[in-house]
Structure formats: structure tokens, C-alpha cells
């Protein structure tokens, strides 16, 4: 590896459509990109040539703020100076990294790669044990031990698209990045942008038919339809407890039914 090339990306364990929402929180521009179960991640500046961080430290940083309130983990991997190595993210728990100098000496947590394989899901002990040689002596630099994480990545579906690669200079990897089979710009637009994107993310999850649609509008006019008379029948009885359930159903149903309204507006 050149010591003067520096690159680097990030790697979600995610489709797209979940990705996609949170990458727009970063307010940073990007490429996102489909590798396989995985999703891409590439920036589309460099911020780490003001000097306030290196490019594992931003990069670092953003898979922190990715993980934190997903339930999927991310990995970034970075190379710079002629070193090299990855951190792995995963909600608030600790952060497993580990790295390489020019030469291929390896560094880092002790049990980075147990943690590795533990939180991806990969087998405890023929996955385990590929993944403990990248962290012994040999005559592989830092590209090449990113490149057998990446093989061994794998198995656990990752298929990243032609040109993204560890190692390339970031230029590149940026151009690959953008001619990616349904790759796609994600930049910081404002409150109003981002909040569209997490909406559009939750009606394209398990929940979406019951969000927005048919199925939505059905449930929503049932709970106005069960509320209504519940509501009713409780003020007779003077009922309190009845009377709020019935006031839940209604509120309930007519948020629904006023949420697919405005959101077929959009």
C-alpha cells in the first residue's frame, strides 16, 4: 500500500431503505451504495485533511452516530499513511477495533475479532479462527488484511460492488462508488428532508401496510367506527375508564386516517 493513500468507508449491516434515514442525520455528503445484505457507505469529501482528525477518527465517528438507536452494526474501514484496520460499531456497546502498520504489525484489542464475530454472527470457531490469523505476524500489509476481512465478510452476505475496495485512494473509491448498481447521493437537506426519509423508511418496513394504505385507512376508520359508540355508551354510564378508551380509539383512528391523508399530499 502507498504511504500517501488515504481512503476509507463504511459498512452497515442494513438494506438501503434503513440506512438511509440515519446517514441523512450526519449532515455529511455520501454515496450509498447496496453490497449485497450490506449497505456502502462512501464519503463524498475529505474531511480529514483539515487536520482536526484522521481518517479513522471521522470515520469512526460516524459509524458511532449510525449504530447508536439502529439495531444493526456498522464497520468502518479506513487506510492512511500506509496503515491500516477497522472499528466495529453496535449501538452503546463498546467499540472493537483493530489496525495495522505499514509493515502488517498488527495492533488492537485483544478480542476485537471474537467481538467481530460474535456481533455479525459468524461461526465461533472456523470464521473465529480466519479471523484470529489477520491478527498474527506475516509479510501481509494492512491492505491485505483488510482484504481477507473483506473475503471473510462474506459469509456473513457482504458482496461489495466492483472498485470499492480497501486501499483505494479516495477519489476512486468515490467514483466507483457512484456508477454502484443503485447507488444514490445522500446529502444534508434540512429537518423537513430528514424526517421524510424516516417516514418513508417506516412505511417501507414490516409496518408500512398497516401505516399508510389500504390496510391503514381500514384500521383507522374501524377505530373511529369502535370509538364513536364506546364513547357514547360510557357518557350514560358515566363510565370514566370507558370514556377514555373510547377517546384513545377515536384519536387513534383519526390520527391514522389524517397521517395517510397528508402523506399522499407529499
Known sequence: MSRTVTGGMLLCRAEPRAVRPAAHLLRVRLLLAPAGEWTALVPEDKPWLNGEETVSETLSGWGSALAIGSNWPVLSLWWEGGR???????????TASYAWDAAGRPSGEPDAMRALAARLGLDPVLDLEDLERLTRPGAEDGESRLL???????????????????????????????????????????????????????????????????????????????????????????????????????????????????????
Open 84 to 94: 491500516a484496520g477497522f472499528a466495529l460499531l453496535s449501538g452503546f456497546r463498546r
Open 148 to 266: 481477507g476481512l473483506i473475503a471473510l465478510l462474506a459469509r456473513a452476505g457482504l458482496a461489495l460492488p466492483p472498485g470499492l475496495s480497501p486501499g483505494e485512494p479516495a477519489d476512486r473509491l468515490r467514483a466507483s462508488a457512484r456508477v454502484a448498481p443503485g447507488a444514490e447521493a445522500v446529502q444534508w437537506t434540512g429537518w423537513r428532508d430528514a424526517l421524510r426519509a424516516e417516514l418513508d423508511a417506516v412505511e417501507g418496513g414490516p409496518l408500512g401496510p398497516w401505516v399508510r394504505g389500504p390496510k391503514a385507512r381500514l384500521l383507522g376508520a374501524a377505530q373511529v367506527a369502535a370509538g364513536a359508540p364506546l364513547l357514547a355508551w360510557a357518557a350514560r354510564r358515566r363510565s370514566p375508564g370507558w370514556a377514555t378508551a373510547g377517546a384513545l380509539l377515536m384519536a387513534q383512528g383519526g390520527l391514522s386516517l389524517a397521517y395517510d391523508r397528508a402523506r399522499a399530499r407529499c
